[in-house]
């Protein structure tokens, strides 16, 4: 089955600094990946997410990578704020238009000091 | 638009009873859903997979007579703990994806389960 590595498991950073946490998955038909944000006690919020068909997305400060060859996946967060303190989960699936089952990575939990 | 609730939101019961999570697309039709349980500062473990009008498929190691799971509606999926041990103590989050959409995966707030 799949396996999801993501590192690292913690991350601080300062305010206004980038942060970048980083995922790798072992089955290479896994063609979708997104990325949850987790905070205490409450559900993972996808943030964003990337298709093996492309590269790179962005959506403000957020931004997402994609390797295939090297079946790896990035999150790059830019201009961190103290709201960013969470916990950050990676996922892989596979399946077009029947949802697929993810396997999640491990997490990050990302602090963010004002 | 694409909500799901579970509910209880958390729920504290005795050694040996049962209890019932629901959960529910408020305002889409699910096809698929999955329960997760994620134990404090771990990730989300896939229990099973839920399809409507059929059988749960369960993960290897997940006891599908202690976990029932019953996919009745499009918008209704219950995940029975039976006899439950202070080892099923956890948090149980639920997923839906939409009917005819892509991998996207909505979840539920979760349900903290205490057992005594």
């Known amino acids: 089955g799949e396996n999801v590595e993501q590192h690292p498991s913690t991350l601080s950073v300062q305010e206004g600094d980038s942060a970048v946490i980083k995922c790798t998955y072992s089955?290479?038909?896994?063609?979708?990946f997104p990325w949850y944000k987790q905070e205490l006690g409450k559900r993972p919020q996808l943030i964003i997410d990337?298709?093996?068909?492309?590269g790179e997305k962005k959506d403000q400060r957020i931004a997402v990578t994609l390797n295939k060859t090297a079946k790896h996946f990035s999150l790059h967060i830019t201009e961190t704020q103290p709201e960013d303190s969470a916990v950050y989960f990676c996922?892989?699936?596979?399946?077009?238009?029947?949802?697929?089952?993810?396997?999640f990575g491990d997490g990050t939990t990302l602090t963010v000091k004002p | 638009g694409a909500v799901v609730s579970q509910h209880p939101s958390w729920v504290i019961c005795k050694s040996g009873t049962s209890v019932k999570i629901e959960c529910r697309s408020l305002?889409?039709?699910?096809?698929?859903m999955f329960w997760y349980r994620q134990f404090p500062k771990q990730s989300l473990m896939l229990m099973a997979t839920?399809?409507?009008?059929?059988?749960?498929?369960?993960e290897q190691g997940v006891e599908k007579d202690k976990f029932l799971i019953n996919h009745a509606s499009l918008t209704l999926s219950t995940l029975t703990v039976t006899s439950a041990h202070p080892e099923d103590s956890s948090f149980y989050i639920c997923?839906?994806?939409?009917?005819?959409?892509?991998?996207?995966?909505?979840f539920g707030p979760g349900t903290r389960l205490t057992v005594l």
């Open positions: 996922a892989a699936s596979k399946g077009v238009t029947n949802a697929g089952k993810s396997t």
């Open positions: 089955d290479s038909a896994s063609n979708y």
């Open positions: 997923s839906a994806c939409r009917a005819g959409g892509n991998n996207e995966q909505f």
């Open positions: 990337i298709r093996s068909n492309v």
């Open positions: 305002d889409f039709q699910a096809t698929t």
């Open positions: 839920s399809n409507e009008g059929s059988k749960a498929t369960y």
